[in-house]
């Protein structure tokens, strides 16, 4: 694989990360790159709380991976602090080149850095590649997900 770096996003990665966002089916439905207003609100809160990290896979200057990883402190567990992964994105052209294997082993270790003792994620339940793709890492579908559209 050609170089890489994985870093954290800053502003001037918003207009690439919102493509990666928009770029498959669900994705097209939901997110609206031609209006970056509200995706640069999102990132000045994102970047501003230290509980969270938003990425980016960079080859050659250009953006082609993101993800976010937030800390959760919590009771459960002993009072036990998870990581959750969430919005991964690989540009199509990087997809099978081993890119989100070593975006999602980066978020692993600096959950483990952080003193996580558990990584979770969610996957849509029609992204059937991609649950191959988490359980091949090791993660493990132990739940069921449930979201609430707030309009």
């Known amino acids: 694989m050609d170089e890489i770096t994985i870093r954290r996003a800053t502003a001037d990665d918003v207009t690439a990360i919102v493509a990666l966002l928009a770029d498959d089916t669900l994705g097209a439905s939901r997110e609206t790159p031609d209006d970056p207003a509200p995706y640069l609100t999102a990132f000045t809160a994102l970047d501003a709380d230290p509980a ?3 990425l980016v896979a960079e080859r050659d200057g ?14 459960s567990r002993r009072g036990a602090t998870r990581a959750q992964i969430e919005a991964v994105r690989i540009g199509e052209a990087a997809r099978g080149t ?3 294997s070593r975006l999602i082993e980066w978020c692993v270790a600096r959950s483990r850095e952080h003193g996580c003792t558990l990584v979770q994620l969610t996957s849509d339940v029609t992204r059937l590649d991609a649950h191959r793709f988490y359980e091949k890492l090791g993660f493990e579908a132990t739940h069921i997900g449930f979201k609430l559209t707030l309009r």
Not at 62 to 75: E, K, R, S, W
């Open 62 to 75: 250009d953006v082609i991976g993101t993800a976010q990883l937030t800390y959760i402190p919590g009771l």
């Open 52 to 54: 969270q990290t938003l």
């Open 98 to 100: 081993g890119l989100g």
